[in-house]
């Protein structure tokens, strides 16, 4: 069936330094790929997502690429700050009915 | 606008109890989703409402799980009777749905329900 794999965590970053977190799916089909990102405290939230190849999703400086033949959607940030330490989950979405496949969740702590 | 509100936020029972977890979802969001999310796992879909109808429930224990969504507006997940792997956090959430009843992908979620089965 889909899945999603994901980089293990925890990722510890100073503030400013380079983001990447790694996320590669196996789906049959098409999938729309997604980035959720969970704050300390609250619910899931949408980062961003990209619904076919080669698209690009975007949303407060971070970025993710559709690589379909890599099957690959990975996270980027050029400058990370001390308020993007959350959890952040991959995610797909490979049928009608909307529902959406996670994966296990990367914690990033951004230290001062 | 309202987000998804669910309650209760936090619960502690003993096995072999019962509890249950209420969602109201984004008004007008005819999709409604319960995931269960284990600690250090991601969330695993347990049930997910089309209006009040059942989409999927093929990941859901029926032995001990049941869940309903009168009128297709708020949901109600029930566990009966707990294990202690049930112990996780029951997130809901609510989609938007689009006349052809293809879903644009966006899940709205609530903040969860932390549930400790002792």
């Known amino acids: 069936g889909d899945s999603v794999t994901q980089m293990e965590g925890p990722v510890t970053l100073s503030e400013e330094a380079f983001l990447t977190i790694n996320c590669t799916y196996t789906?049959?089909?098409?999938?729309?790929l997604f980035w959720y990102v969970q704050y300390p405290g609250e619910g899931l939230q949408l980062l961003l997502k990209?619904?076919?190849?080669?698209d690009k999703g975007s949303n407060k400086g971070f970025e993710a690429t559709y690589r379909k033949e890599t099957t690959s959607f990975h996270l980027e940030k050029g400058s990370v700050q001390v308020s993007d330490s959350a959890v952040y989950f991959c995610?797909?979405?490979?049928?009608?009915?909307?529902?959406?496949?996670f994966g296990k969740g990367t914690k990033l702590s951004v230290k001062p | 606008e309202a987000g998804v509100a669910q309650s209760p936020r936090y619960k502690i029972i003993e096995k072999r109890q019962s509890v249950a977890f209420w969602c109201n979802p984004i008004?007008?969001?005819?999709?409604l989703y319960w995931y269960q999310q284990i600690l250090g796992q991601g969330p695993k879909l347990l049930i997910q409402?089309?209006?009040?109808?059942?989409?999927?429930d093929s990941q859901l224990p029926k032995d001990r799980f049941s869940a309903e969504r009168l009128k297709g507006v708020d949901s109600t997940l029930k566990i009966q009777p707990a294990k202690l792997e049930d112990s996780a956090v029951y997130l809901c959430?609510?989609?938007?749905?689009?006349?052809?009843?293809?879903?644009?992908?966006?899940?709205?979620f609530g903040e969860g329900s932390r549930l400790t089965v002792l």
């Open positions: 995610a797909l979405n490979g049928g009608s009915q909307g529902n959406l496949i």
């Open positions: 959430a609510s989609s938007f749905t689009r006349g052809a009843g293809v879903n644009t992908g966006e899940l709205f």
């Open positions: 409402f089309q209006n009040n109808g059942v989409v999927d």
């Open positions: 789906a049959t089909g098409y999938p729309s």
């Open positions: 990209a619904t076919k190849a080669d």
């Open positions: 008004s007008g969001h005819a999709t």
